[in-house]
C-alpha cells in the first residue's frame, strides 16, 4: 500500500504493483474511504488506485471549474504514474467523471462502473442553490442532512457510527471547493453523447436512492450501447457503504468478465474485452471522439457565433432554467422578438463582455434597478447575485449604498423584495 498527495490529485495505491489499475472513485463530500471495504478484494486482483476530490479528506483546495477539468487533472496524474490503460469506477460526481473519461479518453478506459450517477445531475438551478446555501450558512446544514439522502433510514438508526463519520466527512470538506464542484455538476449534462461510449459499462445503483435512483441508472443503460443495469435491495445513494458485500461482488464480476489481464511486448499490463461481454464494434482508437465544444465558442469573452444562443446560455447560468423557462413559455407574438431582442443584446452582448466578472455585474445590476424603483426585476437580480457569488452581507451593504444616492423609500423596496429572496434561497432544504 502507498498513500502520496500531489499536485495533481490526492490519490493512494492498494494490491500488487504488477496488477493491472482499476481507478475507482468518491462522490461529492465523500473521502476514498467510502470504498474501504471494497479495497481488501479488489485489491486481490487489481492495483487499485483511489483519489480524493479536491478539498476533500485533507486534499490541497484547488477547485475545478468542471467535470472536465477534473477529468484532466486525473488523466495528468495517470500519466504521471506510467499508467495508460485502466479499469474505471465511479460514485456520483466520480461517476460523471467517468462518463467524461469514457467520451474524451477511449482508448485509456477499458471497462467502466457507474454507480449511483446519472448524463445529467438534477438541474443547474438545484445545485446552484446549494453553493449559495454554502456560501451563505457553510457546510454544516448539508453535513447534518447527508446521513438522510445517503443512507436508508434503518441503517442511519443502526449504524450511528457511520452516520456521524458521514457528516464528518462533509464538515470537513472545503467550501470553496464544494461549492465549486456543484457548479461543475451545475453544468454538466452528457445525455446527448452517451450512445458514443465505446465501453463495457455495468450501472449499479441503490433501490432506495432518492439522489439519483434507479430512473436515471435506466437513462444511463438505455443511452450506452453496451450497459447493464444492477440494482442493490436496500441501499440507498452510498450503496458500497450500506451494501459493500454486494457491491463489491457486482464489481468484481464486472471487471472480471469484462476485462482481463494480459501482457504486451513490453511486459507492461494491458486490458482486453473478454467474450463474455462483448466489445465494441470497432477498436478503441476508431470510437476516439473530441470534448463537445460550448454552445458558442467564445473569444477573448465574447460571443463569436450566435449572440442569441450565446446570450441564452449565459442568461440560464445567471437566473435559473425555471426563470428563463417561465419568461419564455410566456411569450407571443406580441413579445417574443422583445424577448430575443433581450437575451441577444443584454445577456448576449453585455453580459457576456470580458471586462467584468458576474459579482460585479450583479453589483451593478442591484444598484441600477433600486435606482429604478423596478422592485420585481430586483427580487430576480437578487437571487441571481447570490448564484453569482455574492452574500446576504454584501447584497446588504450594495442596498445601504443605494440608499444613500437613490433615497431611502427606493431602498426600503428594494431591502423587502431583496431580504424574501435571501430568506427563501438561503434557507438549507430539508
Not at 245 to 262: E, G, I, K, M, Y
Request: overall charge negative; aromatic content about 6%.
Amino acid at each position: 500500500m502507498s498513500e502520496t498527495p500531489m499536485k495533481t490529485l490526492q490519490y493512494r495505491f492498494d494490491g500488487p504493483e504488477d496488477a493491472p489499475v482499476l481507478v475507482i472513485g468518491p462522490s461529492l463530500g465523500t473521502t476514498w474511504h467510502m470504498w474501504d471495504r471494497q479495497v481488501p478484494e479488489l485489491a486481490g486482483q487489481w492495483r487499485v488506485l483511489r483519489f480524493d476530490l479536491p478539498g476533500h479528506g485533507g486534499a490541497p483546495a484547488r477547485p475545478v471549474s468542471s467535470v472536465g477539468e477534473l477529468s484532466d487533472r486525473l488523466v495528468a496524474l495517470l500519466d504521471e504514474l506510467g499508467v495508460q490503460r485502466f479499469g474505471y469506477a465511479g460514485c456520483a460526481f466520480a461517476g460523471a467523471i467517468g462518463i467524461d473519461l469514457a467520451l474524451r479518453h477511449p482508448h485509456r478506459v477499458a471497462s467502466l462502473a457507474l454507480i449511483a450517477s446519472s448524463p445529467r445531475f438534477g438541474t443547474p438551478d438545484e445545485f446552484r442553490q446549494r453553493g449559495v446555501v454554502v456560501r451563505t450558512n457553510g457546510l454544516d446544514p448539508i453535513a447534518r442532512s447527508s446521513p438522510e439522502r445517503w443512507f436508508t433510514p434503518g441503517f442511519a438508526a443502526a449504524q450511528p457510527a457511520i452516520t456521524e463519520w458521514a457528516v464528518q466527512m462533509v464538515r470537513t470538506t472545503d467550501p470553496g471547493c464544494y461549492i465549486a464542484a456543484c457548479e461543475a455538476l451545475a453544468t454538466f449534462d452528457a445525455r446527448a453523447a452517451l450512445a458514443r461510449i465505446g465501453v463495457p459499462t455495468l450501472v449499479l445503483v441503490g433501490s432506495e436512492d432518492k439522489v439519483t435512483g434507479p430512473a436515471e441508472a435506466r437513462t444511463l443503460v438505455a443511452g450506452i450501447p453496451d450497459a447493464r443495469l444492477a440494482v442493490v435491495p436496500g441501499a440507498s445513494h452510498l450503496a458500497a457503504v450500506e451494501q459493500p458485500v454486494a457491491v463489491t461482488d457486482l464489481l468484481v464480476r464486472h471487471f472480471s468478465t469484462s476485462w482481463a489481464a494480459q501482457s504486451d511486448a513490453t511486459g507492461q499490463h494491458r486490458l482486453v474485452t473478454t467474450a463474455t461481454v462483448p466489445a465494441p464494434a470497432a477498436p478503441p482508437a476508431a470510437v476516439a471522439v473530441a470534448a463537445i465544444a460550448p454552445a458558442a465558442e467564445q473569444s477573448g469573452g465574447r460571443p463569436t457565433g450566435d449572440a442569441y444562443e450565446a446570450g441564452l446560455k449565459v442568461r440560464r447560468e445567471v437566473l435559473g432554467d425555471a426563470h428563463v423557462d417561465r419568461t419564455l413559455d410566456a411569450a407571443d407574438d406580441f413579445s417574443e422578438d422583445f424577448q430575443r431582442f433581450v437575451t441577444r443584446y443584454a445577456w448576449g452582448e453585455v453580459w457576456d463582455r470580458p471586462g467584468l466578472d458576474r459579482r460585479l455585474r450583479s453589483t451593478a445590476a442591484l444598484s441600477a434597478l433600486v435606482a429604478g424603483g423596478h422592485t420585481e426585476e430586483l427580487a430576480t437580480h437578487t437571487r441571481a447575485a447570490l448564484r453569482n457569488g455574492l452574500t446576504p452581507a454584501e447584497i446588504k451593504e450594495i442596498l445601504l449604498q443605494a440608499a444613500v444616492y437613490c433615497g431611502v423609500p427606493a431602498a426600503n423596496r428594494a431591502f423587502r423584495a431583496a431580504q424574501q429572496v435571501i430568506r427563501e434561497e438561503t434557507t438549507p432544504q430539508e
